[in-house]
């Protein structure tokens, strides 16, 4: 348990990690990481994280990707999976792809993501549905495509070239094992079709 930033990892310069589970941890805040440059998770579980004030499972001032990844179960003040925010750099970039934010809280702002910089999250292919507390998503985001929420609050396009499903209870299972390196939830195969056709085998393995 940290009494500042970072319940498990403050990062202060470049971090990749892939098939991690990150579980369990408190702290100030980002509970499971605090971000001050670089980090890139891929195929990681973010899960059970308690943060006093931001970011239940990350906090980030610079540049966060995060790909096949499972944000859940997390809990904060501010940004209850995810709060973008700080001073640090002139431009922040923050950047979700094939990924499950679900079963987050918070008893602020921003059950999903909390987004405190003009710089829009980018996100693609991702769910952000069943958080408590308060919206799904706060602040500028920038949907690329083929993703979900619950609220209609991604500032999702379902008239795209790539469609997305504002709007969408996905009915995902519960936290389990399901094919992948971690934990994740399944997506029931009525949805199946919201992800790209050209790429199901991440439909399966790393998002739901």
């Not at 579980?45 to 990844?69: H, P």
């Not at 702002?109 to 405190?116: L, P, Q, T, V």
């Not at 396009?157 to 995902?172: I, M, Q, S, T, Y």
């Not at 997506?187 to 393995?205: A, D, F, G, K, V």
Request: overall charge negative; some cysteine.
């Amino acid at each position: 348990m940290a009494t500042g930033r970072g319940g498990a990892i403050y990062n202060r310069g470049e971090l990749m990690m892939h098939g991690v589970t990150v579980c369990g941890n408190s702290g100030g805040d980002g509970a499971a990481v605090f971000n001050e440059r670089i980090m890139t998770l891929t195929s990681c579980a973010l899960i059970e994280n308690i943060a006093r004030t931001d970011g239940g499972a990350v906090v980030t001032e610079d540049r966060c990707f995060l790909t096949n990844c499972t944000l859940s179960g997390n809990k904060a003040e501010d940004g209850g999976a995810i709060w973008i925010g700080g001073t640090r750099v002139p431009r922040s970039q923050t950047r979700l792809i094939h990924c499950t934010l679900t079963d987050n809280e918070v008893t602020g702002r921003g059950a999903g993501i909390f987004n405190d910089r003009n710089d829009a999250v980018e996100i693609d292919s991702t769910i952000n549905a069943s958080n408590g507390g308060g919206a799904e998503c706060l602040g500028a985001m920038l949907s690329l495509g083929y993703n979900l929420d619950s609220d209609d609050t991604c500032n999702l396009d379902p008239a795209g070239e790539r469609p997305d499903h504002p709007g969408v209870n996905p009915h995902l299972s519960q936290l389990g094992h399901h094919g992948g390196p971690t934990l994740m939830h399944a997506l029931p195969l009525s949805l199946i079709h919201i992800s790209e056709p050209t790429r199901p085998r991440l439909i399966s393995y790393a998002v739901f």
